[in-house]
């Protein structure tokens, strides 16, 4: 009782820390070094999320957890490979021993001892509203890994959940507002050089975006840059 009573204690204590992180990078990272002070034999741990059949691997503890998601990325198996993938029901699960899994990952397992991974495990991490990838923890040692240990996973996932939207949603806004910002300042020399309207001057910046496929933004700090739309001819 006295070690769950601390556990609940240090959750508490990870929950606000998590939400008072300045960045979705800082954020990432504390959900990632929570998971190996925490959870007791775990390793390493990282974050899988996936872009179509793509993974990538965000806030990686040890050089391990790039390696794993890269070799579920190659051979279209793995264990946090599923956990990552929307829509296929599991959102969590854990892996005793590996020698015990080579019929269910016959890829991935194989190459997986070879990282001298002994057991692991896995969380989706998810809102109401979306699935934000897997947190996932390792161990070198075979049967590392026990019910309390998924349940204090379960539990620390579910916070990073809540922390990594809350981060990314801050993140986007920040970006939105910059991304205004300049929009608005390019319309602005625009306007004033050419004497344009505030939607001729959006329709230029839009149009430049379109023909040269050029995201919008870096239209405008071109424009921002140079004093006016760039010569059809810069490849800048």
């Known amino acids: 009782m006295d070690d769950w009573r601390r556990f609940a204690q240090q959750m508490a204590s990870l929950a606000r820390d998590l939400l008072s992180q300045e960045s979705l990078h800082d954020t990432l990272d504390r959900i990632t070094a929570s998971a190996t002070e925490l959870v007791e034999d775990c390793d390493a741990a990282g974050i899988l999320i996936l872009r179509g059949t793509k993974v990538q691997s965000l806030a990686p503890t040890e050089q391990v957890v790039i390696d794993s998601d890269a070799l579920q990325g190659r051979v279209g198996e793995g264990p946090c490979f599923d956990a990552a993938r929307s829509g296929t029901g599991e959102r969590q699960f854990r892996i005793a021993d590996f020698t015990d899994e080579a019929q269910r990952w016959p890829k991935y397992v194989p190459e997986a001892r070879k990282l001298n991974l002994g057991s692991m495990m896995g969380f989706l991490l998810f809102t109401e509203d979306e699935d934000l990838g897997a947190l996932n923890m390792y161990s070198y040692r ?52 050419h004497r344009m309207s505030e939607d001729q001057a959006f329709a230029a910046l839009r149009r430049y975006s379109q023909d040269h496929n050029v995201k919008l933004r870096n239209v405008a700090a071109q424009v921002c840059e140079r004093g006016g739309l760039p010569e059809p001819t810069d490849k800048r």
Do not use: C, Y
């Open 142 to 193: 075979p049967g590392a890994f026990t019910e309390a240990d998924e349940t204090a996973g379960w539990l620390l996932a579910s916070h990073a959940a809540v922390a990594f939207s809350s981060a990314r949603t801050h993140a986007q806004m920040q970006e939105a507002i910059g991304t205004r910002h300049i929009i608005g300042e390019a319309m602005g020399i625009l306007m004033g050089r």
